[in-house]
Structure formats: C-alpha cells, structure tokens
C-alpha cells in the first residue's frame, strides 16, 4: 500500500511515537462492533469533513482494501455535501477519483 514520504520519514525519526500511534489505531478499532469495511467509509467521512486530502486518498485504498466497492465510496463522498458543504464534497470526490483510477488500471 503508498505510503507518503514524510509519514515513512516520520516513523524512522520518532519510532516509539509512531509505535504508540499505531497501537492507539488498532485498540481503537478492536473497541467495538463494527467490522473493517464499515471503520474504513467511517474514516473516510471524517478525513472528508476535516477536507484531508491525505486522508481522504488513504482511507479510500483502505476501503477497497477492507471490500468497499466503489459505488459505496462514492455514496460515502456523497452524503458529505449537506454536512461539509458542496466545495468540501466535491474536492473529496476528486481525490477519491484519483483513486478509483488507479485501481482501474
């Protein structure tokens, strides 16, 4: 999976930050019900209303990974716009777009 520069650049800097944040990620994935696919467009929505490129972009390759088609990323994308508003949905979608074509190819 990609794997940004400055966040590999990160884990090799402050190792034992970044092994804690790690941990922090599954123990609040194992916390309660809701299985990988249905975490990863939750993750998605958030990284969308905080208008996260990256986040959008990697939560997006996670949400494939964990069986989200891409109609269910999408509509995850779509049900931004009354929330965050049509400028912040539409720059998401974009990014999700981005990487929806790379996995086409």
Not at 70 to 84: F, G
Request: with cysteine; proline share 4%.
């Amino acid at each position: 999976m990609y794997l940004p520069k400055v966040y590999e650049k990160f884990s090799e800097r402050f190792p034992e930050v970044f092994k804690n944040y790690e941990q922090l990620g599954v123990a609040c994935r194992e916390a309660g019900p809701l299985d990988e696919k249905t975490q990863d467009l939750i993750k998605l929505g958030i990284a969308i209303g905080v208008n996260s490129k990256g986040g959008v972009m990697s939560h997006t390759r996670k949400a494939l990974a964990a069986g989200a088609s891409s109609d269910e990323i999408v509509h995850t994308v779509m049900l931004a716009l009354t929330t965050t508003g049509f400028p912040n949905m539409i720059a998401a979608m974009g990014w999700v777009d981005s990487v929806l074509k790379e996995n086409i190819e």
